[in-house]
């Protein structure tokens, strides 16, 4: 058996995928730094808010709630980020090849030759 993290993973399992110990790593590592910038986000925001409570004077319950929910925002931005780098990093252990995340290009339609039609079916000069 293979430890990953608190589970225990079937060597034949982690035969079949030489990469699932970097692939938990990298998913761990990807959780804490959520952690992370939820704490610091939400202390640092709840910081700045009562250095500016003169300027702007609301109550302290508004202020945990906005440091909250923008260090959530940001906190899911960042796991969010972080993720797609280990499913990137897993891919590319499974299979050899880095996954392309561009947008594909769309081909545009060509302008017909000739009179056009409205969409009624009518001809326009």
Known sequence: MVNIGLS???DALAAKHPGLQRYAACQSHAFMKGTGTFVFGAVGLYALQTALQKKLPYAV?????ISAVASS???YAVTRWETQKC???W???ETGKVPDRSSPQVP???EPVGPKKTP???VME
Do not use: A, C
Request: net charge negative.
């Open 120 to 122: 009624y079916g009518d």
């Open 91 to 93: 891919l590319l252990l």
């Open 8 to 10: 225990k993973v079937d």
């Open 73 to 75: 925002v940001g906190s």
């Open 108 to 110: 545009k339609p060509e």
């Open 87 to 89: 499913t990137d990093l």
């Open 61 to 65: 319950q508004w202020n945990l709630l």
